[in-house]
């Protein structure tokens, strides 16, 4: 079974600085897709971004990209220009490739709190 | 709007009760899903669909019960024999792939918050 972990319970950036959220998983497949959701106070999952492991490049999304490594079975979120509103919970999530039977549903880290000092 | 619908907002059920969360989509998604948010726990996996008329069992499925009798609900009950139900619920739906390749980002619900009394 996949696990994903997030050390970090909860992390502090200052607005217009850059923060680092970091996530490991643990699978024996080659092929996965991988996540981040933002949680915001009203408790909303909005996906940030999302990394196909097929993929080399790490993907980028504005003021959002992840710094994927494979071997290490590393997926971080570096967030540039903070700003206020992106104070909330984020999670990691994984999931299995291709999409068919149990390998639909997203195994889910347990999140980081982060806030944004004005 | 397309969107997924979660209702109530707010729910109390006292101890010994079944009581049924809703959720509808209206985004022609397949799949359906319903996790459970605890603090400090991330989201787990109640229950799964992919198909009208059929469910799987996610990783904690134990005092939970669901019906897939339309393709845009996935109603929810959680039942007496859930000794811990105080949570907060989030149901969410996505497409099928088509190919190997395609995408399937899933669509959440606002969720629904029940507390025990």
């Known amino acids: 079974a996949q696990t994903v972990t997030q050390s970090q319970p909860e992390m502090s950036v200052q607005e217009a600085e850059t923060v680092t959220l970091s996530c490991t998983y643990d699978t024996s497949e080659s092929d996965y897709y991988l996540f981040w959701y933002k949680q915001p106070p009203s408790r909303q999952m909005i996906l940030v971004i999302r990394?196909?492991?097929?993929?080399?490049q790490n993907a980028t999304e504005n003021r959002f990209s992840v710094n994927f490594q494979k071997a290490a079975k590393s997926f971080s979120l570096k967030i540039s220009d903070s700003q206020l509103g992106d104070a909330a919970m984020y999670f990691c999530?994984?999931?299995?490739?291709?999409?068919?039977?149990?390998?639909?549903?997203?195994?889910f880290g347990k999140g980081i709190t982060l806030s944004v000092r004005p | 709007d397309g969107g997924i619908t979660q209702s109530p907002k707010y729910l109390f059920r006292k101890e010994g009760q079944n009581v049924t969360l809703s959720c509808e989509q209206n985004?022609?998604?397949?799949?359906m899903y319903w996790y459970r948010q605890d603090p400090g726990q991330g989201l787990r996996l109640i229950y799964y669909?992919?198909?009208?008329?059929?469910?799987q069992k996610g990783d904690i499925a134990e005092g939970y019960s669901v019906s897939r009798e339309k393709k845009e609900s996935f109603p929810l009950t959680v039942t007496s024999a859930q000794k811990n139900p105080t949570a907060f619920y989030l149901c969410a739906s996505s497409r099928l792939a088509g190919g190997r390749f395609l995408y399937n980002e899933q669509f959440f619900g606002p969720g629904t918050r029940l507390t025990v009394l």
């Open positions: 990394q196909e492991a097929y993929k080399q």
């Open positions: 669909s992919q198909i009208v008329n059929d469910f």
């Open positions: 999530a994984y999931r299995s490739a291709p999409f068919t039977g149990a390998n639909s549903k997203l195994t």
């Open positions: 985004l022609n998604h397949d799949a």
